[in-house]
């Protein structure tokens, strides 16, 4: 399973991390914390934290940690997130360190506070094991496939579907593997009823319905199976993923919208922004707002009113 931090583990989660760093930048963010009412019904996606085990490490010009920090601030500040919030992954800086993730979760702590279930993916720069060591132990895995952290999550709108793409020995491209597929299309197949959006860290070899494929070496390696699986089933309407570090909204041929989702770390192309996005469901579609940690991008409050197919 991902990481999910509800208010029965919060305890234990907490005594997980006492480890360096562990209040980092914590305390504002705390502070907006109790001013939260809590109501609302907004999901909060970040992807590609990369927290570093030197909470002062610049990548590209942007200090990794500082921006997570911000963001776990606006996320709380803005009632965002009441719903959950969701890491697609790349959670460590390079290698999925112990220290890594002592940091994270010390990052992530105020969201906690905040009463905010969060939920965590694994990316192709994460450890499982370590990860499970380090911060958490406290939450077993709960039979995923083959020892993978998948996860469904039911909300009142839609069903999230979370899936765990790390291949280990596999540096930059990813693999779910066919258990997991077929954990994923009976689950599917449990929940026909509600809109189910689909997430995992990587991005899809299959070719849009406009543009071409991106970096298809990186990519998901059994994008086809998945997206065989996703597009006989008509309730799943969405795919989200993280890894490139891209804000981009594209579509299957099948209308299945494709959200890659920005990193709150860095980019590689300097007209990306980074950032997280807020995303509200309804009933026939999902709402999201693009927040750069710059507000001077120009993408900085971008809409989109996904519609499902
Ligand atoms: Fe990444």
Not at 2 to 9: A, D, K, S, T, Y
Not at 21 to 29: N, V
Not at 111 to 130: F, K, S, T, Y
Not at 194 to 222: Q, T, W
Request: proline share 5%; net charge neutral; aromatic share 8%.
């Amino acid at each position: 399973m991902p990481l999910e931090l509800g208010n029965l583990n919060r305890r234990r989660f907490f005594a997980g991390i006492a480890g360096a760093g562990a209040s980092w930048l914590g305390r504002q963010a705390l502070s907006a914390a109790e001013a939260i009412e809590a109501p609302g019904g907004t999901w909060a996606l970040l992807s590609d934290t990369h927290i570093p085990a030197d909470l002062g490490e610049r990548h590209r010009g942007s200090c990794m940690a500082e921006n997570a920090g911000r963001i776990v601030t606006e996320i709380l500040s803005r009632d965002s997130g009441t719903a959950g919030v969701i890491v697609s992954g790349d959670c460590a800086r390079l290698f999925g360190r112990a220290d890594d993730y002592r940091n994270f979760a010390g990052l992530i702590e105020p969201l906690v506070h905040g009463r905010r279930e969060v939920h965590l993916l694994m990316g192709n720069h994460d450890n499982r094991e370590v990860f499970a060591d380090t911060c958490a132990t406290a939450f077993p895995d709960r039979g995923g496939p083959t020892g993978r952290r998948t996860a469904f999550l039911p909300s009142e709108h839609l069903n999230w579907f979370l899936l765990d793409s790390l291949e280990e020995g596999t540096p930059v491209a990813g693999r779910l593997g066919r258990e997991q597929l077929d954990w994923l299309a009976a689950a599917l197949d449990r929940h026909p009823d509600k809109p189910a959006v689909v997430m995992a860290h990587h991005h899809l070899k299959i070719r849009p319905e406009r543009g071409g494929i991106y970096k298809p070496m990186s990519a998901l390696r059994d994008s086809a199976e998945l997206h065989e699986v996703m597009k006989s089933r008509p309730q799943v309407k969405a795919y989200f993923y993280g890894h490139t570090h891209r804000w981009e909204i594209g579509r299957t041929r099948e209308g299945i919208h494709l959200v890659n989702l920005p990193s709150s770390a860095y980019v590689f192309e300097a007209s990306q922004p980074g950032g997280w996005v807020e995303a509200t469901a309804r009933e026939d579609g999902l709402d999201l707002v693009l927040h750069s940690v710059n507000p001077l991008h120009r993408a900085h409050g971008e809409r989109h009113r996904l519609r499902w197919r």
